[in-house]
């Protein structure tokens, strides 16, 4: 958790991935979740899921920035890498996964219990904790 109170990490999408953000949406909506398409307040698209009225919101990016940061990352000393270096070099597509505030910590299981499922819903995800530096 950061200190403004909101979880926060980055989930790196390697080429070859099946993600889409509708996909996304669908998927944690068949788990019995409320999952929206987020307003556009920026310049990517992205879904919010709901754990009654606390959120996760998940913005989608991709392109040359992505890949430079990706390549960055799989170039630092954050080891063990969960996955070959040159996959992690090679994602252009990534998911910013952010909380709402959650100060008493009563939504950690939601927060962990979300990642380890978008984890398992689009295989070859792979998350890294930029505030902690450990890959998930």
Known sequence: MLPDGRYNVNALIPRG???????AIEH??????????TEPERVEEGFRVFFGDWAIVAW???????????????????????VPAKVIASCDRELTLWSDEDWDAEHTSDWIDFVDELIRAFPGVVVFDYVMGEWW
Not at 17 to 23: E, I, L, Q, Y
Not at 65 to 82: G, I, M, N, Q
């Open 28 to 37: 944690f909506q068949s788990r019995g979740l409320r999952c929206d398409l």
């Open 17 to 23: 991935t099946d993600f889409a953000v509708t996909k």
């Open 60 to 82: 989608y990016t991709q392109g040359e920035e992505v890949l430079r940061d990706s390549r960055e990352l799989a170039d630092s000393d954050f080891k063990p890498f969960p």
